[in-house]
Antibody
Framework: QVQLGESGGGVVQPGRSLRLSCAASGFTFSGYVIHWVRQAPGKGLEWVAVIWFDGSNKDYADSVKGRFTVSKDNSKNTLYLDMNSLRAEDTAVYYC????????????WGQGTLVTVSS | SYDLTQPLSVSVALGQTATITCGGDNIGSKNVHWYQQKPGQAPVLVIYRDNNRPSGIPERISGSNSGNTATLSITRAQAGDEAAYYCQVWATSSVIFGGGTKLTVL
């Protein structure tokens, strides 16, 4: 059974950093493209970042480019999102989501972790 | 950038058919995917590549895509279908979501 589980969320001050993790189980992690998607309170879904199967290729939404870094450790079946220079508008539930087919849709989602940026 | 437009809300009577649209420039040339999200839960894929259902999704839920509009249809609407629905495409080398539609079952 495919499972994704995010952790690392919490309250952080503006300008500080935070690392989110996404632990995967039940599938060949190295064979999937994995994304981060976020959802601000009461708002819609916003794509954040993507990392390819072997971690060689990455891309980011303009809103986080230069501040967020996505990485993965296939040996630990874990995905990371390093978030720097956090802003109030980064406050959201962050989901990791897996694309098992390469068709750029998400057939598996984690339960999400809440990041609150506030002084 | 590429924009997807969804109505903020749609209402449907119990047992009737709900239709949720997703508008985009020549969206018919793209693969459209749909997610259902209930309050406090993660999204769930309900339609992929325009009109395909993942296992476990009832046949009451279907999709179509042509021209400038993709459509999600839910026949024989049930109380359990009440949720937010999001369309999604891959465009301009990026994942794009529609703004979401809140479906209310009356």
């Amino acid at each position: 059974q495919v499972q994704l589980g995010e952790s690392g969320g919490g309250v952080v001050q503006p300008g500080r950093s935070l690392r989110l993790s996404c632990a995967a189980s039940g599938f060949t992690f190295s064979g999937y493209v994995i994304h981060w998607v976020r959802q601000a309170p009461g708002k819609g879904l916003e794509w954040v970042a993507v990392i390819w199967f072997d971690g060689s290729n990455k891309d980011y939404a303009d809103s986080v480019k230069g501040r967020f870094t996505v990485s993965k450790d296939n040996s630990k079946n874990t995905l990371y999102l390093d978030m720097n220079s956090l802003r109030a508008e980064d406050t959201a539930v962050y989901y990791c989501a897996a694309d098992s087919n390469g068709w750029n849709y998400f057939d598996y989602w984690g339960q999400g972790t809440l990041v609150t940026v506030s002084s | 950038s590429y924009d997807l437009t969804q109505p903020l809300s749609v209402s449907v009577a119990l047992g009737q058919t709900a239709t949720i649209t997703c508008g985009g420039d020549n969206i018919g040339s793209k693969n459209v995917h749909w997610y259902q999200q209930k309050p406090g839960q993660a999204p769930v894929l309900v339609i992929y590549r325009d009109n395909n259902r993942p296992s476990g999704i009832p046949e009451r839920i279907s999709g179509s895509n042509s021209g400038n509009t993709a459509t999600l249809s839910i026949t024989r609407a049930q109380a359990g279908d009440e949720a937010a629905y999001y369309c999604q495409v891959w465009a301009t080398s990026s994942v794009i979501f529609g703004g979401g539609t809140k479906l209310t079952v009356l």
